[in-house]
Structures are given as structure tokens and as C-alpha cells.
């Protein structure tokens, strides 16, 4: 088993910025891939951005791209989310999601499926005011 530790939410106001962290512990694996995705509320849950085991394959949801990056320190066991530029359409809980299935082969598509992903975080609320 892996769990999954978001931190970093918080309330920003419009054009600000926040660093999301999900640390992982339990059964660890540094070759899976981790995922960000959010659900505002009376939305659908929606990936944001996606990270391959090793960090070099990158994806991010088209509304997000060129305002947040992820990364990760896999000698912290540690995937963080920069989001800059922030929006209020951005406020929605944000949860850490891993997966041992995914490989770094697989396409943006398949790390946009929540369904592949295995291991979620409890969520971390993100609010941004106008």
C-alpha cells in the first residue's frame, strides 16, 4: 500500500501563486507515475497534470498549461505542484493520485484517466478570490 499526503493549499488571492507537495510512504515506488487532479464543487473531477516515475515526461490539462508545473524529488518521496498566475476558476480541492500501472511510455491521454491511477490523497483545498 502507498499513502498519499497533500499539503500547501491554502486561500491566494487572483494572479497569485501556491506550491502543492504530495508525499508519499508505505509500500514507495520512485517509478510511479503521479498525478494532480481537483474537483470543484458540483463539477466532475478533472485531471490537472501528470509526472512519469522518473519526471521526464510531463502532462498538464490544457487550462493549466504555461501557469503550473510539477515536479518531483524522488529522495524526499515527494511530487510538488507549482501553481502560479492563479484564477478563481482554479478553487477546487486538489488530490495526489499515484499509479503502478502507468509507465512513462503511456500517453498524456492515459495519465488524464483517473481510472489508471490506483492510490489517491485525501485532497487539499485550493481557493482563489477575485
Known amino acids: 500500500q502507498v499513502q498519499l499526503v497533500e499539503s500547501g493549499g491554502g486561500l491566494v488571492q487572483a494572479g497569485g501563486s501556491l506550491r502543492l507537495s504530495c508525499g508519499a510512504s508505505?509500500?514507495?515506488?520512485?517509478?510511479?507515475?503521479t498525478g494532480w487532479f481537483r474537483q470543484a464543487p458540483g463539477k466532475e473531477r478533472e485531471f490537472v497534470s501528470g509526472?512519469?516515475?522518473?519526471?521526464?515526461?510531463?502532462y498538464y490539462a490544457d487550462s493549466v498549461k504555461g501557469r503550473f508545473t510539477i515536479s518531483r524529488d524522488n529522495a524526499k518521496n515527494t511530487v510538488y505542484l507549482q501553481m502560479n498566475s492563479l484564477k478563481p476558476g482554479d478553487t477546487a480541492v486538489y488530490s495526489c493520485?499515484?499509479?503502478?500501472?502507468?509507465?512513462?511510455?503511456?500517453?498524456?491521454?492515459?495519465?488524464?484517466?483517473?481510472?489508471?491511477?490506483?492510490?489517491w490523497g485525501q485532497g487539499t483545498q485550493v481557493t482563489v478570490s477575485s
Open positions: 509526472i512519469s516515475g522518473g519526471g521526464t515526461r510531463t
Open positions: 508505505g509500500r514507495t515506488s520512485n517509478n510511479y507515475v
Open positions: 493520485t499515484a499509479s503502478p500501472r502507468l509507465q512513462a511510455a503511456h500517453t498524456g491521454t492515459s495519465y488524464s484517466d483517473a481510472r489508471q491511477y490506483d492510490y
